[in-house]
């Protein structure tokens, strides 16, 4: 079974994971999840076990329970096609807003939406988006 595991603490490493859910059973892997740039914890992983009745014997006994000086979420994971998808903007193809903007996408260069709307350039108010400059740049 594919166990999720988030609001883990910055430090918590793949092993000590693995270390943890060990108490209840044989573990197949454990993983926690790094943001591919900066190297650093995205404060959630998974772990897998192999036999189910002692990952439902984990999932009930960590769940809610503080490690590492945080409260942690553990629940079965869910297979990535049964998640629902959200829209939006997206890296380096931007676009996002309309009247009144928002949080719409934005390129490398700027903010999606805005007051007039957004295309790959951004509005006149700029928005939340874009990787390098965003905000209320017009470019």
Same mark, same amino acid.
């Given at each position: 079974?594919?166990?999720?595991?988030?609001?883990?603490?910055?430090?918590?490493?793949?092993?000590?994971?693995?270390?943890?859910?060990?108490?209840?059973?044989?573990?197949?892997?454990?993983?926690?999840?790094?943001?591919?740039?900066?190297?650093?914890?995205?404060?959630?992983?998974?772990?897998?076990?192999?036999?189910?009745?002692?990952?439902?014997?984990?999932?009930?006994?960590?769940?809610?329970?503080?490690?590492?000086?945080?409260?942690?979420?553990?629940?079965?994971?869910?297979?990535?096609?049964?998640?629902?998808?959200?829209? %939006? *903007? =997206?890296? &380096? /193809?931007?676009? +996002? !807003?309309?009247? $009144? @903007? #928002?949080? %719409? *996408? =934005?390129? &490398? /260069?700027?903010? +999606? !939406?805005?007051? $007039? @709307? #957004?295309?790959?350039? =951004?509005?006149? /108010?700029?928005?939340? !988006?874009?990787?390098?400059? #965003?905000?209320?740049?017009?470019?």
């Amino acid at each position: 079974m594919n166990i999720f595991v988030a609001k883990l603490s910055a430090g918590v490493t793949s092993d000590d994971l693995k270390e943890l859910f060990e108490e209840y059973g044989e573990v197949v892997s454990a993983n926690v999840i790094k943001d591919k740039f900066t190297g650093e914890s995205k404060r959630f992983g998974f772990v897998e076990m192999g036999n189910e009745e002692e990952a439902q014997k984990a999932i009930s006994e960590l769940d809610g329970c503080e490690y590492d000086k945080s409260v942690i979420v553990v629940k079965k994971a869910e297979p990535r096609e049964d998640r629902p998808r959200t829209g %939006g *903007g =997206g890296f &380096n /193809r931007g676009g +996002g !807003g309309g009247n $009144r @903007g #928002g949080f %719409g *996408g =934005g390129n &490398n /260069r700027s903010g +999606g !939406g805005g007051y $007039r @709307g #957004g295309d790959n350039r =951004g509005g006149d /108010r700029g928005g939340f !988006g874009g990787n390098k400059f #965003g905000g209320n740049k017009n470019y």
